[in-house]
């Protein structure tokens, strides 16, 4: 089992930057990829950004690129995901997910970024 605990959303106003960050804790060893999606109002969830575990691979979703940047800190357990240039359409619940080399997919708790002036 893995524990994904997601911390860092909050309002920020357009231009600004956000961190967020997601905690692994259990079975660390058995995560292949994170991921980060996000779910604005009345939309379905979509993938935002992916980080490989091991080799620290990276993808975007097109929309992101070149303003969200995915990182990880192995000994930390922690993956981030940081936000600069925040746009209105932007706000949403952003999750963080994982899933293991037996594709088991665990979900962390959404946080809510809210970009508004």
């Known amino acids: 089992q893995v524990q994904l605990v997601v911390s860092g959303g909050g309002l920020v106003q357009p231009g600004g930057s956000l961190r967020l960050s997601c905690a692994a804790s259990?079975?660390?060893?058995?995560?292949?990829?994170m991921y980060w999606y996000r779910q604005a109002p009345g939309k379905e969830r979509e993938f935002v950004a992916a980080?490989?575990?091991?080799?620290?691979?990276?993808y975007y979703a097109d929309s992101v690129k070149g303003r969200f940047t995915i990182s990880r800190d192995n000994a930390k357990n922690t993956v981030y995901l940081q936000i600069n240039t925040l746009k209105p359409e932007d706000t949403a619940v952003y999750y963080c997910?994982?899933?293991?080399?037996?594709?088991?997919?665990?979900w962390g708790q959404g946080t809510q970024v809210t970009v508004s002036s």
């Open positions: 980080i490989g575990w091991s080799g620290g691979n990276t």
């Open positions: 997910n994982g899933i293991s080399h037996k594709a088991l997919n665990y």
């Open positions: 259990g079975s660390i060893f058995s995560i292949n990829v």
